[in-house]
C-alpha cells in the first residue's frame, strides 16, 4: 500500500526558494507516475508538475513552468519539487499524488494516491 507523506513546506518572502520532498513510506517498488498539486480554499486542486519514476519525462503548469523543478531522489526514494522565484499566487497546501501507471495527464482524478499536504506561504 503506497503511503506518501510531504516535507519542506513553511513560510517564506517574494522571490525565495523552497524544496518540498515526499516519500513513499512504504517503499512500494510499484509506482510509476508521480506529481504536485496544489491547491488554496475554494478552488480546485490544481496540478503543479508530474513525472515518470522510470526516465526523465516530466511536465509543468504553465504558471510555474521556468521556476519549478520536479526531480527524483533514487537513493532515497524521493520525489522532490524545487521551487524558485515563489510568488504570493504559490500561497497554498501542496500535495504529493502518485499512481501505479506511467500517467501523462494534469487531471487529478487519475491519480491513486495522495499526501496529506503541506502548507506553502508565500509573503510579499
Known amino acids: 500500500q503506497v503511503q506518501l507523506a510531504e516535507s519542506g513546506g513553511g513560510v517564506v518572502q517574494a522571490g525565495d526558494s523552497l524544496r518540498l520532498s515526499c516519500s513513499d513510506s512504504?517503499?512500494?517498488?510499484?509506482?510509476?507516475?508521480m506529481a504536485w498539486f496544489r491547491q488554496v480554499p475554494g478552488k480546485e486542486r490544481e496540478f503543479v508538475a508530474a513525472?515518470?519514476?522510470?526516465?526523465?519525462?516530466?511536465y509543468y503548469s504553465d504558471s510555474v513552468k521556468g521556476r519549478f523543478t520536479i526531480s527524483k531522489d533514487n537513493a532515497k526514494n524521493l520525489v522532490l519539487l524545487q521551487m524558485n522565484n515563489l510568488q504570493p499566487d504559490d500561497t497554498a497546501v501542496y500535495y504529493c499524488?502518485?499512481?501505479?501507471?506511467?500517467?501523462?495527464?494534469?487531471?487529478?482524478?487519475?491519480?491513486?494516491?495522495w499526501g496529506p499536504g503541506t502548507q506553502v506561504t508565500v509573503s510579499s
Open positions: 499524488a502518485a499512481d501505479t501507471r506511467q500517467l501523462w495527464t494534469r487531471n487529478r482524478v487519475h491519480y491513486g494516491y
Open positions: 513525472m515518470w519514476w522510470s526516465g526523465s519525462n516530466s
Open positions: 512504504a517503499r512500494t517498488l510499484s509506482i510509476q507516475t
